[in-house]
């Protein structure tokens, strides 16, 4: 099975109550195809400048993600986030965003790549996301997550994409912010009717909800001790559940229910290390164990 | 199997986007000893003014809960609280608190009662659950609760407290307060070094943590399109919480997690009307219908 991540791929200044990194390897698509790449290899489209580290390529390339689709581009430099968290680790503050090979980028995406099975719509402009639905043709599944900017600048494009795709996952407060609706079955449901039969309401340490048609599935977080740095959290849980979903071609509820265990298990890792160190070097055991660790802590 | 329940009884003005309510039944005790009511009789201990309405004891009464340990002065009015909710139900905003008859109550545990198996402290002046504490001999398992106006007031008679009973079920917002630790798990470690074993956290609707000394076991909330009025939620989700407790006469893990789920069914009727109105009429059958939906929630 195939799966295409679309969208940013950063470098990011972070600082949190724990330190501070600067031009660390970042971005929507580089936490979810670093997270799928645990399950399944990704094909990744994306745009850097030409001040893009070779170092971050070579990773890229060693976690099994293709990289055919990242477009190089010589006259700009990659797309940069500045930002840092207080004591509440679930509120990012952001102090600079620089689009750069942004601006202007049109996605192309590589013909081997338009029959994927699985295409999983990183954040990043609802024109862009538009454009790869226009591209791609066949797909099984389709999951898009957004953020409160384009929400706020291109809630038109948005609702256009959201007609198109599976799958909506997005905050509990951009949710909120989206639908005008402080409840969040409420606002699922108003989300529902502008086409998506599944919305995942990402909650940051109160877990994650999935709404689905006929049925509703909720997972507290993974209590951790040391939350170093929250940034690529929800894209990592993204990137679990798209991962793990593609590597069992299916999207049967019960599947759709433990590639929520999966993406959650995976962002517990993400949030323990600064920018993309907690994707690193874990090894497949620890996010079985994980996964168990789930078991437990919700059993009863 | 015999349970104690001290705290307030109060009259309640509440408002909240969808209505308000004037001089209803209410107090920490109240909800608690409603909601354990469904699961074991329930011995109240507590104390109201002459302006109580008689029509509030026949419905304690009604619902199997003794009231020889109910004081009723003659010369003061009942404990009052105002209060309002806006769009995040989370918060509860005081306009005015009235302690009444609370201003000078010594709790005097009717001998009958002094014996019982299992005790709950709800929400009352620390200085008051030390007392009950005193007078008590040979219970089984004592649970502690309060709020943030105590750990504010008087942090040094809610540590004496905490260093005699087996769990403290606190608000979120108000472990954070008490511990000076915005980290959960952090927190409740921090609990645990001054006495209690078991710490459960009420997070609204993000659902309940509880965590024990080499385990932890979250719950989500159960996803409600209609809430009224979140008076009560926590102080019915003790109740449910107990009152399993003491209907199993058994504190293992396995029984405190089942608890857990109770007290969250229940406290998701409480919620559904305003004041206790949503504990009036409630059938058992209801009550397992929710453990059951609980379990298709968390199921993966």
Redesign the interface.
């Known amino acids: 099975m195939s799966l295409l991540v679309v969208g940013s791929v950063a470098l990011d200044s972070i600082k949190t109550p724990f330190g501070k990194r600067e031009d660390v390897l970042g971005g929507s698509a580089t936490y979810l195809a670093l997270a799928a790449s645990y399950f399944t290899p990704v094909n990744l489209v994306s745009v850097v400048g030409h001040d893009f580290p070779g170092s971050y390529l070579e990773f890229f390339r060693k976690r099994n993600i293709n990289l055919e689709g990242l477009t190089i581009s010589k006259n700009n430099r990659t797309f940069r986030w500045q930002g840092y968290y207080e004591?509440?680790?679930n509120e990012a503050h952001t102090i600079r965003t620089e689009l750069n090979v942004f601006e202007n980028f049109k996605p192309e995406i590589p013909k081997e790549y338009q029959s994927c099975d699985y295409l999983f719509l990183a954040n990043v402009d609802p024109d862009i996301q538009s454009e790869v639905l226009h591209q791609v043709k066949g797909v099984k599944f389709v999951v898009c997550d957004t953020i409160g900017y384009w929400i706020d600048k291109k809630p038109e494009s948005l609702k256009k994409v959201l007609a198109k795709v599976d799958a909506f996952m997005v905050n509990e407060s951009e949710l909120r912010e989206f639908t005008h609706e402080?409840?969040?079955?409420?606002g699922a449901k108003k989300v529902m009717e502008l086409g998506p039969g599944i919305v995942v309401v990402k909650?940051g340490?109160?877990?994650a909800?999935m709404?689905m048609t006929n049925?509703?599935?909720?997972?507290?977080?993974y209590?951790?001790?040391a939350?170093l740095d929250p940034t690529g959290a929800g894209d990592s849980f993204g990137g679990g559940f798209i991962g793990y979903i593609c590597q069992e071609d299916s999207t049967e509820e019960?599947i759709l229910?433990?590639a929520?265990?999966y993406g959650s298990a995976i962002a517990s890792f993400s949030v323990g290390g600064f920018g993309t160190e907690g994707l690193k070097d874990l090894e497949f055991e620890r996010i079985e164990k994980r996964h168990h660790e789930?078991e437990?802590?919700?059993?009863?």
């Open positions: 004591d509440d680790l402080s409840n969040l079955l409420k909650r340490d109160s877990g909800t709404f049925s509703i599935f909720s997972l507290p977080a209590p951790l001790e939350v019960k229910r433990k929520m265990v789930f437990e802590l919700t059993d009863f």
